[in-house]
């Protein structure tokens, strides 16, 4: 079976602090991607960072970075000196080869404080 | 490039009426997902479209169908509307289908209220 955990239902921080969003995932599949996405009030999913099965190599992108272990099947995502604009609810999300959908996760809802 | 367009915007129904949503994915996009959004059941996928060919569907009832134009601009319909249908609808599209490391370009959603 294919699923993916966000146990963080909300998170709330004050602004320059960082924060990491856990997920978890679970798949019988040795080909498969793992994506973070970002779902501001507006309502349209953003997508933030993506991540192989074979690569993991962990990796910073400006303020986000990411851990992805395959050892514990986990893809857990950091912002770094969060800002106010960070407030949002964020997905981890699941793909594998031939299944032709997404599975994601039930969000976790972050609050940035000024 | 014109990101995804989904219309409309807001709908409110009765039950027992039926509703078309209405999605424009990416110019040169050939895959559409449609997924439903509620408080409940979080991100749920519906169905995926490729070249106008259905590829998978989600645990739905068959009230919940969509089609997929030569244009790749997809429609969803969903028939006999009940209360719970109410959620927000989000179609994505994606420049290739069946590849699983694929980004998907999501638009903003429809808002259904089934009253």
């Known amino acids: 079976a294919q699923k993916v955990t966000q146990a963080q239902t909300e998170i709330s921080v004050v602004e320059k602090e960082d924060v990491t969003l856990d997920c978890v995932y679970e798949?019988?599949?040795?080909?498969?991607?793992l994506f973070w996405y970002k779902q501001p009030p507006s309502g349209e999913l953003v997508f933030l960072i993506r991540r192989n099965s074979f690569d993991e190599q962990n990796e910073i992108s400006g303020r986000y970075s990411w851990n992805f272990q395959k050892s514990t099947s986990s893809f857990n995502f950091t912002i770094t000196a969060s800002q106010v604009v960070d407030s949002a609810v964020y997905f981890c999300a699941l793909t594998y080869t031939g299944g032709f959908k997404t599975i994601f996760g039930a969000g976790t809802r972050l609050f940035v404080k000024a | 490039k014109a990101g995804v367009t989904q219309t409309p915007r807001y709908l409110i129904k009765t039950r027992g009426q039926q509703v078309t949503l209405s999605c424009s994915p990416i110019s040169g996009h050939r895959s559409v997902s449609w997924y439903q959004q509620t408080p409940g059941q979080g991100l749920q996928f519906l169905f995926e479209y490729f070249s106008e060919t259905q590829r998978n569907k989600g645990n739905f009832p068959g009230r919940f169908s969509g089609r997929q134009f030569s244009n790749s601009r997809s429609e969803m319909n969903v028939s006999t509307l009940e209360l719970g249908d109410s959620a927000l609808y989000l179609c994505a599209s994606s420049s290739e289908g069946g590849l699983a490391k694929n980004i998907q370009y999501f638009g903003a959603g429809t808002r259904l209220s089934v009253l």
């Open positions: 798949t019988r599949d040795t080909t498969y991607y």
